[in-house]
Protein backbone atom coordinates (compact mmCIF):
# COMPACT_ATOMS: atom_id res chain seq x y z
CA UNK A 1 0.00 0.00 0.00
CA UNK A 2 1.46 3.27 -1.12
CA UNK A 3 0.21 5.24 1.93
CA UNK A 4 2.26 2.93 4.71
CA UNK A 5 6.00 4.67 3.63
CA UNK A 6 3.80 8.28 4.22
CA UNK A 7 3.06 6.92 7.53
CA UNK A 8 6.09 5.60 8.70
CA UNK A 9 7.67 8.90 7.81
CA UNK A 10 5.55 10.94 9.74
CA UNK A 11 5.44 9.12 12.33
CA UNK A 12 9.37 8.83 12.45
CA UNK A 13 9.72 12.81 12.05
CA UNK A 14 7.14 13.53 14.74
CA UNK A 15 9.35 10.89 16.92
CA UNK A 16 12.55 12.54 16.37
CA UNK A 17 11.12 16.13 16.92
CA UNK A 18 9.41 15.18 20.27
CA UNK A 19 13.16 13.73 21.10
CA UNK A 20 14.83 16.72 19.64
CA UNK A 21 12.53 19.19 21.88
CA UNK A 22 13.26 16.84 25.66
CA UNK A 23 16.46 16.61 24.99
CA UNK A 24 17.62 19.68 26.32
CA UNK A 25 15.58 19.52 29.18
CA UNK A 26 16.26 16.17 30.85
CA UNK A 27 18.89 16.19 34.07
CA UNK A 28 21.43 14.30 34.86
CA UNK A 29 20.10 10.97 35.67
CA UNK A 30 18.03 10.63 32.47
CA UNK A 31 20.88 11.50 29.74
CA UNK A 32 22.71 9.34 31.91
CA UNK A 33 20.16 6.39 31.36
CA UNK A 34 19.46 7.32 27.86
CA UNK A 35 23.43 7.33 27.32
CA UNK A 36 23.23 3.91 28.25
CA UNK A 37 19.89 3.10 26.33
CA UNK A 38 21.12 4.30 23.25
CA UNK A 39 24.54 2.79 23.05
CA UNK A 40 23.12 -0.48 24.05
CA UNK A 41 20.90 0.15 20.74
CA UNK A 42 23.64 1.38 18.58
CA UNK A 43 24.75 -1.98 17.26
CA UNK A 44 27.49 -2.21 14.98
CA UNK A 45 28.44 1.16 15.43
CA UNK A 46 32.08 1.93 16.33
CA UNK A 47 33.94 4.27 18.56
CA UNK A 48 35.20 5.66 14.96
CA UNK A 49 31.60 7.02 13.96
CA UNK A 50 31.75 9.73 16.58
CA UNK A 51 34.29 12.30 16.65
CA UNK A 52 37.84 11.68 18.12
CA UNK A 53 37.83 13.01 21.74
CA UNK A 54 34.21 12.78 22.38
CA UNK A 55 32.28 9.89 24.96
CA UNK A 56 29.07 9.38 24.53
CA UNK A 57 27.66 12.10 27.08
CA UNK A 58 29.52 14.50 24.92
CA UNK A 59 28.07 13.08 22.26
CA UNK A 60 24.60 13.08 23.52
CA UNK A 61 25.23 16.47 25.02
CA UNK A 62 26.16 17.93 21.54
CA UNK A 63 22.97 16.22 20.25
CA UNK A 64 20.85 17.42 23.02
CA UNK A 65 22.20 20.76 21.46
CA UNK A 66 20.65 20.28 17.91
CA UNK A 67 20.72 16.45 16.73
CA UNK A 68 18.38 13.77 15.50
CA UNK A 69 18.10 10.17 15.87
CA UNK A 70 18.34 8.72 12.14
CA UNK A 71 18.65 4.64 11.38
CA UNK A 72 21.76 3.26 10.29
CA UNK A 73 23.66 0.10 10.40
CA UNK A 74 20.98 -1.02 11.96
CA UNK A 75 20.37 1.01 14.89
CA UNK A 76 19.64 4.55 15.50
CA UNK A 77 22.92 6.68 15.08
CA UNK A 78 22.71 10.40 16.95
CA UNK A 79 24.10 13.31 14.51
CA UNK A 80 24.77 16.44 15.49
CA UNK A 81 22.98 18.55 13.45
CA UNK A 82 22.51 22.54 12.56
CA UNK A 83 19.99 24.58 14.44
CA UNK A 84 18.86 25.18 11.43
CA UNK A 85 18.06 21.67 10.59
CA UNK A 86 16.36 21.34 13.68
CA UNK A 87 14.21 23.98 13.13
CA UNK A 88 13.71 22.42 9.51
CA UNK A 89 12.33 19.40 11.09
CA UNK A 90 10.25 21.00 13.38
CA UNK A 91 8.29 22.58 10.73
CA UNK A 92 8.42 19.50 8.83
CA UNK A 93 7.15 18.00 11.66
CA UNK A 94 4.65 20.53 12.42
CA UNK A 95 3.68 20.90 8.81
CA UNK A 96 2.60 17.18 9.03
CA UNK A 97 0.64 17.33 11.90
CA UNK A 98 -1.65 20.24 10.40
CA UNK A 99 -1.60 18.06 7.23
CA UNK A 100 -3.50 15.41 9.72
CA UNK A 101 -5.78 17.70 11.36
CA UNK A 102 -7.30 18.74 7.78
CA UNK A 103 -7.59 14.89 6.65
CA UNK A 104 -9.64 14.46 10.03
CA UNK A 105 -11.49 17.69 9.08
CA UNK A 106 -12.22 16.51 5.32
CA UNK A 107 -12.76 12.73 6.90
CA UNK A 108 -15.41 14.35 9.39
CA UNK A 109 -17.59 15.48 6.34
CA UNK A 110 -18.77 12.05 6.47
CA UNK A 111 -18.52 11.62 2.60
CA UNK A 112 -18.05 8.20 2.68
CA UNK A 113 -21.54 7.74 4.64
CA UNK A 114 -23.37 9.63 2.11
CA UNK A 115 -21.47 8.16 -0.94
CA UNK A 116 -22.05 4.47 0.47
CA UNK A 117 -25.63 5.67 1.28
CA UNK A 118 -26.45 7.15 -1.99
CA UNK A 119 -24.74 4.18 -3.87
CA UNK A 120 -27.73 2.08 -1.77
CA UNK A 121 -30.74 4.13 -2.66
CA UNK A 122 -29.98 4.50 -6.60
CA UNK A 123 -29.09 0.46 -6.56
CA UNK A 124 -32.33 -0.64 -4.98
CA UNK A 125 -33.97 1.02 -7.69
CA UNK A 126 -31.52 -0.40 -9.96
CA UNK A 127 -32.84 -3.86 -9.05
CA UNK A 128 -36.34 -3.09 -9.99
CA UNK A 129 -35.76 -1.35 -12.98
CA UNK A 130 -33.28 -4.72 -13.15
CA UNK A 131 -36.07 -7.27 -12.80
CA UNK A 132 -39.18 -4.64 -15.11
CA UNK A 133 -36.31 -4.79 -17.98
CA UNK A 134 -35.72 -8.68 -17.81
CA UNK A 135 -39.81 -9.53 -17.60
CA UNK A 136 -40.09 -6.68 -20.55
CA UNK A 137 -37.68 -8.16 -22.41
CA UNK A 138 -38.89 -11.86 -22.27
CA UNK A 139 -42.37 -10.13 -23.06
CA UNK A 140 -41.08 -8.50 -26.56
CA UNK A 141 -38.93 -11.63 -27.72
CA UNK A 142 -42.50 -13.50 -27.07
CA UNK A 143 -44.50 -10.94 -28.53
CA UNK A 144 -42.35 -10.83 -31.70
CA UNK A 145 -41.91 -14.42 -32.21
CA UNK A 146 -45.51 -14.63 -32.11
CA UNK A 147 -45.61 -11.50 -34.50
CA UNK A 148 -43.15 -13.38 -36.62
CA UNK A 149 -44.81 -16.46 -36.81
CA UNK A 150 -48.14 -14.82 -37.74
CA UNK A 151 -46.57 -13.37 -40.63
CA UNK A 152 -45.37 -16.31 -41.93
CA UNK A 153 -48.51 -17.55 -42.55
CA UNK A 154 -49.43 -15.38 -44.67
CA UNK A 155 -48.72 -16.91 -47.97
CA UNK A 156 -50.84 -19.89 -47.26
CA UNK A 157 -53.70 -17.33 -46.20
CA UNK A 158 -53.15 -15.64 -49.13
CA UNK A 159 -53.23 -18.65 -51.45
CA UNK A 160 -56.47 -19.90 -49.51
CA UNK A 161 -57.97 -16.76 -50.52
CA UNK A 162 -57.33 -17.09 -54.27
CA UNK A 163 -58.27 -20.66 -54.30
CA UNK A 164 -61.63 -19.17 -52.48
CA UNK A 165 -61.92 -16.47 -55.50
CA UNK A 166 -60.97 -19.10 -58.11
CA UNK A 167 -63.48 -21.68 -57.02
CA UNK A 168 -66.29 -18.48 -56.54
CA UNK A 169 -65.14 -17.60 -60.42
CA UNK A 170 -65.87 -21.52 -61.26
CA UNK A 171 -69.31 -21.71 -59.49
CA UNK A 172 -70.52 -17.95 -60.90
CA UNK A 173 -69.63 -19.19 -64.14
CA UNK A 174 -71.48 -22.22 -63.77
CA UNK A 175 -74.63 -20.39 -62.43
CA UNK A 176 -74.57 -18.37 -65.37
CA UNK A 177 -74.40 -21.54 -67.67
CA UNK A 178 -77.63 -22.96 -65.81
CA UNK A 179 -78.98 -19.49 -65.91
CA UNK A 180 -78.87 -19.47 -69.81
CA UNK A 181 -79.96 -23.08 -70.36
CA UNK A 182 -82.96 -22.72 -68.23
CA UNK A 183 -83.80 -19.75 -69.71
CA UNK A 184 -83.91 -21.08 -73.38
CA UNK A 185 -85.81 -24.06 -71.99
CA UNK A 186 -88.52 -21.81 -70.45
CA UNK A 187 -88.34 -19.05 -73.17
CA UNK A 188 -87.79 -16.68 -70.14
CA UNK A 189 -84.80 -14.04 -69.52
CA UNK A 190 -84.59 -14.13 -65.57
CA UNK A 191 -81.87 -15.02 -63.13
CA UNK A 192 -81.40 -18.26 -61.96
CA UNK A 193 -83.16 -17.38 -58.49
CA UNK A 194 -86.13 -16.64 -59.84
CA UNK A 195 -86.38 -19.51 -62.61
CA UNK A 196 -85.00 -22.26 -60.83
CA UNK A 197 -88.77 -23.33 -59.22
CA UNK A 198 -89.88 -23.12 -62.63
CA UNK A 199 -87.35 -24.76 -64.06
CA UNK A 200 -87.87 -27.49 -61.73
CA UNK A 201 -91.39 -27.46 -61.59
CA UNK A 202 -92.00 -28.19 -65.44
CA UNK A 203 -89.62 -31.66 -64.31
CA UNK A 204 -91.45 -32.56 -62.37
CA UNK A 205 -94.77 -31.94 -64.62
CA UNK A 206 -93.11 -34.69 -66.97
CA UNK A 207 -92.50 -37.46 -64.94
CA UNK A 208 -94.58 -39.77 -63.97
CA UNK A 209 -97.01 -39.20 -60.96
CA UNK A 210 -95.87 -42.06 -58.93
CA UNK A 211 -91.48 -40.85 -59.45
CA UNK A 212 -92.38 -36.92 -59.22
CA UNK A 213 -94.36 -37.28 -55.95
CA UNK A 214 -91.29 -38.78 -54.36
CA UNK A 215 -88.91 -36.84 -56.33
CA UNK A 216 -90.71 -33.53 -55.23
CA UNK A 217 -89.05 -32.55 -52.03
CA UNK A 218 -86.13 -33.61 -53.18
CA UNK A 219 -85.88 -31.06 -56.06
CA UNK A 220 -87.48 -28.40 -54.25
CA UNK A 221 -84.61 -28.61 -52.08
CA UNK A 222 -82.52 -28.63 -54.57
CA UNK A 223 -84.23 -25.68 -56.29
CA UNK A 224 -83.93 -23.53 -53.02
CA UNK A 225 -79.89 -24.18 -52.85
CA UNK A 226 -79.06 -23.17 -56.54
CA UNK A 227 -81.42 -20.22 -56.12
CA UNK A 228 -79.38 -18.89 -52.73
CA UNK A 229 -76.05 -19.67 -55.14
CA UNK A 230 -75.77 -16.09 -56.42
CA UNK A 231 -76.75 -14.15 -53.16
CA UNK A 232 -73.74 -16.65 -51.61
CA UNK A 233 -71.45 -16.01 -54.40
CA UNK A 234 -71.96 -12.13 -54.54
CA UNK A 235 -71.55 -12.13 -50.24
CA UNK A 236 -68.53 -13.78 -50.41
CA UNK A 237 -67.12 -11.27 -52.80
CA UNK A 238 -67.93 -8.01 -51.32
CA UNK A 239 -67.75 -9.02 -47.58
CA UNK A 240 -64.53 -11.32 -47.87
CA UNK A 241 -62.42 -11.62 -51.11
CA UNK A 242 -62.54 -7.63 -51.48
CA UNK A 243 -62.14 -6.70 -47.77
CA UNK A 244 -59.49 -8.96 -47.56
CA UNK A 245 -57.93 -8.59 -51.11
CA UNK A 246 -54.57 -7.11 -49.84
CA UNK A 247 -54.77 -8.08 -46.19
CA UNK A 248 -51.82 -11.06 -46.37
CA UNK A 249 -49.71 -9.04 -49.12
CA UNK A 250 -45.94 -9.66 -49.21
CA UNK A 251 -45.27 -6.18 -49.52
CA UNK A 252 -44.24 -4.52 -46.13
CA UNK A 253 -46.58 -1.08 -46.36
CA UNK A 254 -49.57 -3.33 -47.52
CA UNK A 255 -52.36 -5.34 -46.05
CA UNK A 256 -51.32 -6.29 -42.31
CA UNK A 257 -48.07 -5.96 -42.83
CA UNK A 258 -48.42 -2.24 -43.41
CA UNK A 259 -51.10 -1.79 -41.01
CA UNK A 260 -50.00 -4.39 -38.09
CA UNK A 261 -47.26 -6.21 -38.11
CA UNK A 262 -44.54 -3.66 -39.27
CA UNK A 263 -46.04 -0.96 -37.31
CA UNK A 264 -45.71 -3.17 -33.98
CA UNK A 265 -42.26 -4.21 -34.69
CA UNK A 266 -40.98 -1.22 -35.42
CA UNK A 267 -42.69 1.39 -32.97
CA UNK A 268 -43.49 -0.69 -30.37
CA UNK A 269 -41.09 -3.90 -29.92
CA UNK A 270 -38.29 -2.31 -31.16
CA UNK A 271 -37.84 0.55 -28.61
CA UNK A 272 -38.79 -1.53 -26.16
CA UNK A 273 -36.53 -4.12 -26.39
CA UNK A 274 -34.30 -0.85 -26.88
CA UNK A 275 -35.21 0.19 -23.71
CA UNK A 276 -34.78 -2.86 -21.96
CA UNK A 277 -30.96 -3.85 -23.05
CA UNK A 278 -30.32 -0.62 -22.72
CA UNK A 279 -31.44 -0.83 -18.53
CA UNK A 280 -29.61 -4.42 -17.94
CA UNK A 281 -26.73 -2.34 -19.59
CA UNK A 282 -27.00 0.53 -17.44
CA UNK A 283 -27.53 -1.95 -14.16
CA UNK A 284 -24.41 -3.73 -15.50
CA UNK A 285 -21.90 -0.83 -16.04
CA UNK A 286 -23.25 0.69 -12.68
CA UNK A 287 -22.26 -2.51 -10.64
CA UNK A 288 -19.28 -2.92 -12.41
CA UNK A 289 -17.76 0.65 -13.39
CA UNK A 290 -18.83 2.65 -10.48
CA UNK A 291 -20.97 0.92 -7.66
CA UNK A 292 -18.19 -2.06 -7.06
CA UNK A 293 -14.86 -0.24 -7.35
CA UNK A 294 -16.31 2.81 -5.23
CA UNK A 295 -17.21 0.09 -2.22
CA UNK A 296 -13.74 -0.91 -2.44
CA UNK A 297 -11.91 2.07 -2.81
CA UNK A 298 -14.11 3.47 0.82
CA UNK A 299 -12.64 0.08 2.19
CA UNK A 300 -9.75 0.91 1.56
CA UNK A 301 -10.10 4.31 3.01
CA UNK A 302 -11.66 3.00 5.79
CA UNK A 303 -8.13 0.67 6.52
CA UNK A 304 -6.05 3.41 5.76
CA UNK A 305 -8.26 5.90 8.59
CA UNK A 306 -7.99 2.79 11.33
CA UNK A 307 -3.75 3.24 10.43
CA UNK A 308 -4.22 6.65 10.96
CA UNK A 309 -5.77 6.72 14.07
CA UNK A 310 -3.60 4.16 15.26
CA UNK A 311 -0.48 5.81 14.65
CA UNK A 312 -2.08 8.88 15.94
CA UNK A 313 -2.59 7.36 19.64
CA UNK A 314 0.89 5.87 19.67
CA UNK A 315 2.08 9.17 18.75
CA UNK A 316 0.10 10.59 21.75
CA UNK A 317 -1.96 12.61 18.94
Known amino acids: MHHEPQMEQLRRSARIARIIERLGRLDDGTLEVLDRITADAL ?7 RPAGMNRRQFLGAAAAGGVVVAMTGGLVLWQLSAAHTA ?42 RDLATRLLEAVQSARAALLDFQSRFPSLQSGLRWLRDSLLTLSQRLTALE ?18 GFLARVLDRL ?56 ILKTVL ?5 LAERVLELA ?10 ARQAMD ?8 IARLMEELGE
Open 270 to 274: DPAQT
Open 88 to 129: ALEKEADTLRRILVLYQQMDDLGLDDRVRQGIGAIASILDVL
Open 180 to 197: NEINEALGLSSSVAETVG
Open 300 to 307: GRAQIRAE
Open 208 to 263: PVTFARQARNGLERVGEVVSMLPTFTQGVYTRVLEPMDDWFSARADAGLNGWIVNP
Open 43 to 49: VGVTGAE
Open 284 to 293: TAWEEQLAAP
